[in-house]
């Protein structure tokens, strides 16, 4: 059964300003892709897509690109972005009953949101709706970012960290686990594709200020189901670690800029022809 999550505008407009693009996993899916099936290029469909990030990322490779979301409030954000090229487009539809005919598709991606679909119903529709020869491309991040800052200990920064994503673990939601890198190891064992590839970590680093950084992190589902249960213990974590981090690093202003590192994992399957 698939997960309705990130509906609210408030969180939708976070989830928009604060996530990270992962414009160095694209590179390496249009390798893929253009190394399997050169000059196929016509649709790459984004499921899952939220307010777009990923959606944009594709425009330049392909004639046409549709982001796909189940939320209304995530589309909406994804409508407003000035940034979307004019053949990018968005359309509201569930992951594992999408609006496309079957063998339409010549590239379909899921960027950090397949741990909340139904997964073996979205893989017989990803399987439908790609074309012989289409691509599958399915990637997330751990929970566990890391932070560097000058010649602070990134030890000593990770530690402040891990601390922070423990008190968050008993919130996680239980369709996930306490591991998402499990349920996209299942779905690349299950997909019956013979030329596939998996990718257990990329190391994307970003430039952020402190503050963020905990924005990136505030938008994730366990803290907002901390939000959601005790506004004040949510404020006092994210206030407490701020504070920790910053005393580390000997700053007084959360606008100060980290190298933020996110590990990507990912996988990467051709259908046959």
């Known amino acids: ?74 589309l909406e954000m994804a409508l407003t972005n000035n940034k979307n090229p004019p053949n990018v487009s968005y359309r509201e539809s569930p992951a594992e009953k999408l609006p496309f005919a079957s063998g339409e598709v010549d590239l ?68 996930i686990g306490t591991s998402s890198v499990n349920i996209y190891s299942d779905m690349f064992d299950s997909c019956s594709y013979p030329d596939k590839e998996w990718n257990e970590c990329l190391k994307v680093k970003r430039l952020l200020p402190l503050n963020g950084y905990f924005g990136m992190m505030e938008t994730f589902s366990s803290y907002q189901k901390l939000l959601r249960k005790d506004p004040a213990e949510a404020e006092r974590l994210s206030n407490d670690t701020r504070n920790k981090l910053m005393c580390a690093m000997k700053v007084s202003s959360p606008d100060t800029e980290v190298t933020v590192v996110v590990n990507y994992f990912y996988w990467l399957a051709r259908k046959p022809l």
């Not at 693009?21 to 790459?44: F, H």
């Not at 960027?111 to 709706?129: P, Q």
């Open 1 to 74: 059964m698939a997960v309705r999550l990130f509906e609210g505008r408030e969180h939708a407009a976070a989830y928009a300003r604060y996530r990270v693009a992962p414009e160095e996993l694209i590179d390496r899916i249009m390798s893929y892709v253009e190394k399997q099936t050169p000059n196929r290029v016509s649709l790459a469909v984004d499921v899952g897509c939220g307010s777009g990030q990923g959606s944009i990322l594709l425009a330049p490779y392909f004639t046409k690109v549709v982001g796909t979301d189940i939320s209304p409030a995530q």
């Open 108 to 175: 379909l991606t899921a960027m950090t949101a397949a741990h909340w679909f139904d997964r073996e119903k979205f893989l017989l529709e990803a399987d439908r709706v790609l074309r012989p020869g289409g691509c599958l491309a399915l990637l997330s991040y751990t929970m566990a970012m890391e932070l560097e800052y000058g010649d602070v200990s990134p030890a000593t920064l990770s530690g402040i960290c891990d601390e922070f994503y423990a008190a968050l673990l008993p919130f996680r939601d239980p369709h």
